[in-house]
């Protein structure tokens, strides 16, 4: 028997993507410190080599992490493939279906625990497209919480279309269609659907393990967390809702403590404070090669007037075409804004390869340093401090959801370039629903991007005193009041929404234990 005073197991399975392993801990700590629960991540021996060297402070010991048996080789990939950043685009599907061995090792860790704690623990939390570990929590008589590190609308259209391919069944010749979940009036546009769903039928690879992963986490949750803020994306949760016919917990963003605290500051403020979260979002870079120092960033950001920088980015795991690449180089020079650009090479080359001068115009960087107009960072930047600085003015972005949210925290407003997954879907969130973006491409890298729509955007947004950028900024300023509200607890122990609903979670957890134990 499980001494009553045992402290309760929470067993954590994220998506092997480093755009959901930091979610999931930043999670686990939270949970942690609120409760005092035991909290295990489990994942592949690889992941959490990285989780580890991702979390170097005190409490991040007490989340335990343990590596479930996996090895890419017998799944057909190449040797130490165990993460979305490892594998070309052509070897992703590969890789989910690899994923879906784990549910063995992770039933064994289960019974394991169930054995040492003398009871289950109190709930699996596991990503949305592990939809296997419903099964693992029915087997040792436990509940299965899913959880989605993306926003509520882009989750909500992505397991829609996934699930029901509206797509589908409107003719071809429709542009727009609707997705179930979302009122009629909210019409999406075909460009904005990936290529792989955009193809599949239903019984293609993609669909054939997208599809049941979905449902399994649809049909056999007792509930999903999301990572937003109820006040941030009425729309989206509404949708979320009604696709999950679930309770939604809304417990995020989750972001670095410092993007919280932080008005706009200059260099010296935002470098000296630091805190755990923050050097975990920045640990995750430790072992490469970072041929920039976050000082060096933030003096040449000093040196601008506030508001005046573009800052550009695609994210860990993205890159865009090499003519994009060179029309992107062309519109900024163009546009004379200021900027700071996270170079990689163009798709088709080793993303992780040297960076090479050929791939942007004659002379591009030289120029740009003379006149002090731009600044290139090969691979990395410390993206936290760029956008908590006062005179970064707009984000070129993948639109990825932590981006997004660190972005808007800051009252960063967004240029819109999406790529992958459900990026294309916050984008238009972010157009039509918050009025704090503006795309320059709807469809990443399929489409053709000109140096002159690049420039119109960049005018467009960046323009001091432009009627659409002040616009923009303002919408962007009250997201990002939002969000620190949410994630809030006042002098009187007023909890914001966020806090508010983790511990409604937690309620609800417990009580069904409870219910369950008696
Ligand atoms: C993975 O499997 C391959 C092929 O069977 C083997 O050579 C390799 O040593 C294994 N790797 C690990 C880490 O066990
Ligand atoms: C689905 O695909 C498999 C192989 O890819 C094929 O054998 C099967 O007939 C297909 N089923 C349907 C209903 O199209
Ligand atoms: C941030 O700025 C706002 C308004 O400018 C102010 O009310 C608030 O106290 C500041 N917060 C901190 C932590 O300095
Ligand atoms: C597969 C499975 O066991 N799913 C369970 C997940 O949790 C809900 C709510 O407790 C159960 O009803 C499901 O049976």
Not at 255 to 269: E, F, Q, V, Y
Not at 497 to 509: E, H, T, Y
Request: aromatic share 8%; charged share 20%; glycine share 6%.
């Amino acid at each position: 028997m499980a001494d009553a005073q045992q402290q309760e197991h929470i067993v954590m399975l994220p998506f092997m993507a480093h755009g959901h392993l930091i979610p999931f801990l930043a999670l686990a700590t939270q949970i942690h410190q609120t409760t005092g629960f035991t909290i295990t991540i489990a994942t592949t021996p690889l992941n959490i080599h990285y989780l580890r060297r991702s979390s170097t402070t005190a409490n991040h010991r007490q989340i335990r992490l343990v590596a479930l048996p996996f090895n890419s080789s017998d799944h057909g990939l190449p040797p130490n493939t165990e993460n979305t950043e490892a594998v070309p685009l052509s070897q992703l599907i590969t890789l989910l279906y690899a994923s879906t061995t784990l549910e063995a090792p992770c039933h064994q860790l289960l019974a394991d625990i169930t054995a040492k704690d003398g009871r289950p623990p109190i709930c699996i939390i596991s990503d949305v497209v592990h939809g296997w570990a419903t099964r693992v929590a029915q087997k040792v008589q436990t509940v299965n919480v899913s959880f989605t590190t993306c926003g509520a609308y882009g989750t909500a259209t992505y397991i829609s279309l996934w699930k029901n391919l509206p797509h589908r069944r409107s003719p071809e010749t429709d542009e727009y269609f609707s997705v179930p979940g979302f009122p009629n009036s909210c019409r999406f546009h075909r460009s904005r659907i990936h290529q792989f769903l955009r193809a599949a039928d239903g019984n293609d690879s993609w669909s054939r393990y997208f599809r049941p992963q979905i449902v399994l986490s649809l049909e056999s949750s007792f509930g999903w967390l999301c990572n937003t803020a109820e006040e941030i994306e009425p729309l989206g949760l509404e949708a979320l809702r009604k696709v999950t016919k679930l309770p939604v917990w809304t417990i995020g963003p989750l972001l670095p403590p410092t993007m919280l605290k932080l008005n706009h500051s200059s260099s010296s403020s935002s470098s000296s404070s630091s805190s755990n979260l923050k050097s975990l979002i920045l640990g995750q870079h430790s072992g490469k090669e970072c041929e920039i120092s976050p000082k060096k960033c933030l003096e040449w950001l000093d040196l601008h007037p506030q508001g005046s920088v573009l800052y550009i980015s695609f994210g860990s795991q993205n890159t865009i075409s090499a003519s994009q690449m060179m029309e992107l180089a062309k519109g900024l020079e163009d546009s004379g804004k200021p900027f700071i650009w996270v170079v990689r090479p163009p798709i088709g080359f080793d993303l992780k390869g040297e960076f090479k001068a050929e791939w942007l115009p004659d002379g591009f960087e030289e120029r740009m340093v003379e006149r002090k107009q731009g600044m290139l960072v090969r691979s990395w930047a410390p993206q936290l401090e760029i956008l908590c600085h006062k005179s970064t003015g707009a984000f070129l972005s993948h639109c990825g959801w932590n981006s997004v949210m660190e972005s808007l925290s800051q009252g960063v407003p967004i240029i819109g370039w999406p790529l992958a997954a459900e990026q294309a879907y916050n984008a238009k969130m972010m157009v039509e629903e918050m009025g704090v973006c503006v795309e320059i491409t709807r469809r990443g890298i399929e489409t053709s991007v000109g140096r002159e729509e690049v420039k119109s955007v960049i005018d467009l947004v960046m323009e001091e005193n432009g009627k659409k950028g002040q616009e923009m900024k303002k919408n962007a300023v009250k997201i990002g009041e939002l969000i620190k509200a949410a994630l809030r607890e006042d002098e009187k122990g007023h909890k914001g929404s966020s806090l508010q609903a983790i511990d409604d979670f937690i309620s609800a957890i417990v009580s069904a234990a409870e219910s369950r134990r008696q």
